[in-house]
């Protein structure tokens, strides 16, 4: 009889162990998600995505590629000179500028 219960305490012990390591795993993580920077981000037409980056108060656009889109027609129409598709081109690392699929996205920086 006393085997039992001590078994019996032991279980109850290791039960609750093991749930106060599950809830001190879950409060780390809510704590982490909240204290992440929080950045600004809006939605705008044509599904493009305008974010401000904190530290430096840039401008950042994420232009999504479409179909026959090309870096020089994508600068004119995000600069308004179309000699700037070097600097999208800088700026997202591309290897190669003449080839981009549509779909991927490019950091339009301002």
């Not at 780390?28 to 929080?38: D, E, G, R, S, Y």
Request: proline share 3%.
């Amino acid at each position: 009889m006393i085997a039992i219960i001590r078994k019996n305490r032991i279980s109850f012990l290791i039960g609750v162990i093991s749930v106060i390591i599950v809830l001190t795993f879950i409060l780390k993580a809510i704590l982490f998600i909240t204290q992440l920077p929080n950045k600004k981000t809006q939605v705008i037409d044509k599904g493009d995505i305008t974010a401000v980056s904190p530290n430096t108060q840039r401008k950042i656009d994420i232009y999504i590629i479409k179909e026959g889109d090309e870096l020089w027609h994508i600068a004119q129409e995000k600069y308004g000179d179309a000699d700037l598709w070097t600097k999208i081109a800088r700026d997202n690392n591309l290897t190669n500028p003449n080839i981009i699929h549509s779909g991927n996205t490019l950091k339009i920086i301002y």
